[in-house]
Nanobody, 125 residues
């Protein structure tokens, strides 16, 4: 059974850093691209980043996080990471990871499955 579990969220000050983890079960990382999304209160879930399933997996980033966030994958740990640097208050939200068949729009939630339960990130001084 495919399953994704997020962790690493917490309270961080503006300008700080945080690393989120998306731990996968089974062979999900070998078969699907993984996307990171976030959802702020009262807002729709929005795409943050995505990494392809191949070793040289294509990476995508939302304009709002380019140059600050970085996505990576560790096959030995069966985990995808989201490194968040220079965080801002509008980065606050619940962060989710999901699996997507390659070739579909990376930032469209309709193409994703096996969503994790989410991890809360709060950026505040």
């Amino acid at each position: 059974q495919w399953q994704l579990v997020e962790s690493g969220g917490g309270l961080v000050q503006p300008g700080g850093s945080l690393t989120l983890s998306c731990k996968a079960s089974g062979d999900i990382l070998e078969n699907f691209a993984i996307g990171w999304f976030r959802q702020a209160p009262g807002k729709e879930r929005e795409g943050v980043s995505s990494i392809g399933r191949r070793d040289d997996g294509i990476k995508f980033y939302a304009d709002s996080v380019k140059g600050r966030f970085s996505v990576s994958r560790d096959r030995a740990q069966n985990t995808v990471y989201l490194q968040m640097n220079d965080v801002r208050p509008d980065d606050t939200g619940v962060y989710y990871c999901g699996a997507r068949t390659s070739g579909y729009a990376w930032d469209d939630t309709h193409w994703y499955h096996s969503w994790g339960q989410g991890t809360q990130v709060t950026v505040s001084s």
